[in-house]
């Protein structure tokens, strides 16, 4: 049984959502507790297509909040610069939310897993209950892999890009760090009121 606080999971946000975030914690669009003045980041076409895409379970994607098992992932390089028609954030605006699996499973919250990207035809989806095999269905190279462009493995993005889905709201208490990209966002973690040993100043998280 591998130790499921060691399996870390990884969330994107603006920084200005932090002080909903240690409010309320991470919410779902539709929940009671939403925030209204919610920075998003991301692509909005993937989001729409994510509210559609149906799962194994009969869900849509756009049921579950994602988390990422690493960092620096192809979603992070088309935000910070912009492609695909998504609105360029700067990395010392994006910070990391950190939890872990022994976390989500504490706190009796609904999950599942995947083993590459959730709407890649080619990836499975995987039950709380399977989590004990985590280490063998991941692909934890792949998903620590500095750059995801290899010509003798054309499935390498796919991998790397694996998912944790969690179905409800994850409250505060879930979080155990942020990530951040400079002292300067640090700082502004620091006046919201976020302990400074909870705060990882990591630039190599970033492009």
């Known amino acids: 049984m591998p130790d499921l606080s060691k399996i870390y999971l990884f969330r994107m946000t603006h920084i200005g959502n932090i002080p909903h975030i240690l409010e309320c914690g991470i919410t779902h669009i539709s929940s009671a507790n939403a925030n209204k003045n919610y920075i998003p980041i991301g692509d909005p076409s993937l989001i729409s297509n994510r509210n559609s895409f149906l799962m194994p379970n009969g869900k849509t994607l756009g049921q579950y909040i994602p988390f990422y098992f690493g960092v620096r992932m192809p979603m992070l390089y088309v ?112 006046e919201m009121g976020i302990a400074d040993s909870n705060i990882l100043i990591d630039s190599e998280s970033y492009f």
Do not use: M
């Not at 910070?80 to 910070?95: L, M, P, R």
């Not at 990207?117 to 709380?128: E, I, L």
């Not at 063998?136 to 290899?150: E, F, G, P, R, V």
């Open 79 to 190: 935000i910070q610069h912009g492609y695909n028609g998504v609105s360029t954030t700067k990395a010392e605006e994006i910070v990391y939310c950190i939890t872990n699996v022994q976390q989500v499973i504490s706190h009796n919250l609904p999950f599942v897993f995947t083993d590459g990207h959730a709407v890649d035809n080619f990836s499975s989806f995987y039950h709380a209950s399977q989590i004990p095999l985590v280490d063998s269905i991941l692909d934890t190279n792949a998903i620590h892999a500095k750059y995801w462009k290899d010509e003798n493995d054309l499935d390498l993005k796919r991998r790397k890009e694996a998912e944790f889905l969690v179905e409800a709201d994850l409250p505060p208490t879930t979080i155990i760090g942020w990530v951040v990209y400079n002292e300067k966002a640090k700082t502004r973690l620091l």
